[in-house]
């Protein structure tokens, strides 16, 4: 009896070491990218954006789930790195703040060459696997960081920005959050106002990627159907295995099937268990969850790594990818499934969006009306001249009218 148990202790454990050698096989070539990652604010908050400071150094970074050695043991070959700014920033400085966290990740590029190589584009990502350096894209985390302004969406676009969410657990004056769907928001754009429309619109002209995670489901309705390329949550969970606002609901998951869409699975604990504990094998039930209901196309890592406050036993920190790709492989994930959740799958929505995107038409020019606007904070020049631009006809004649009375004319 005591033989027996130790044998097969002996084969469990050989087969755990094929299924984590087989992962790293398929990682050396198929290297993860990974659809958000907060390191640019821990560096913000720890450091003061100093990145020159000793304690900073990304080689030896200490008390982050992020760091060179942890990115290199856990074959992270791509990375969209988040520019982000909290909701209190809105109406105030969230532009300002917006492009000192994109200067932070294009300083990180700048002073770790050999690692880092700062890309904008589909082939940018495939040539910084050959070089074996990390892809660095920017994802700007909530649509408070344009100041509802598509001169500063486009202006992000030519810094780099190649994904926007939508909200981040705010409203913008043109699109509605998550926190609308739990009650303590009220819906004010029922989704996506027109110049929220006019904002998805413009990103698929100019080739940026929606990201739908942090959203009601109204506007992930609103945004799948109106958007002419797929869209990512670039860190969201399943709903029906956790019921969190932020994740997503099965009938958003069909839809994301429809679109070619894709949705990075998120680590956090409160998304994965809706409790403070969750396993590694909680975190694959999700991956599985959206390989079931809206295809294996659909599904991707989004770790949420120096976001949150919890993770999950055996997701520690971002040297355990391969652990989480064993996973998969043990419950029968094919080799092909893998690479696509690893990095193919996320290749495939960026070269779709690059290919509807389309700078020869004309961009999108109405401005958000000024009454949509909170205005204690900002200047509203343009807008008393420029508002008889959209006056319909008969405002136009009950507003000459009105003058022609005064003088005396009528």
Known sequence: MGTSWWLWTLVAVCTGDQFRDEAERIMRGTPVIDGHNDLPWRLLTMFNNQLQTERANLTSLANTHTNIPKLRAGFVGGQFWSAYTPCDTQNKDAVKRTLEQIDVIQRMCQMYPETFVCVTNSAGIRQAFREGRVASLV????????????????????????????????????????????????????????????????????????????????????????????????????????????????????????????????????????????????????????????????????????????????????????DLVAELLRRRWTEAEVRGALANNLLRVFEAVEQVSDHTQSPEEEPIPADQLQASCRTMYGYSEAASLHRQPGALLASLTTVLLGLGLL
């Open 139 to 322: 994802g700007v985390e909530g649509g408070h960081s344009i100041d509802s302004s598509l001169g500063v969406l486009r202006t992000l676009y030519r810094l780099g920005m190649r994904y926007l969410t939508l909200t981040h657990s705010c409203n913008t004056p043109w699109a509605d959050n998550w926190l609308v769907d739990t009650g303590e928001d009220k819906a004010e754009s029922q989704g996506l106002s027109r110049f929220g429309q006019s904002v998805v619109k413009e990103m698929n002209r100019l080739g940026v990627i929606i990201d739908l995670a942090h959203v009601s489901v109204a506007t992930m309705k609103a945004a799948l159907r109106l958007s002419t390329a797929p869209v990512i949550f670039s860190h969201s969970s399943a709903y029906s295995l956790c019921q969190h606002r932020r994740n997503v609901p099965d009938d958003v998951l069909r839809l994301v099937n429809q679109t070619g869409s894709l949705v990075m699975v998120n680590f956090y604990n409160d998304y994965v268990s809706c409790r403070q504990e969750a396993t590694l094998s909680q975190v694959a039930d999700h991956l599985d969850h959206i390989k079931k209901v809206a295809g294996a196309g659909a599904v991707g890592f989004g770790g949420d790594f120096d976001g949150v406050s919890r993770l999950p036993v055996g997701l520690e920190d971002v040297s355990k990818y391969p």
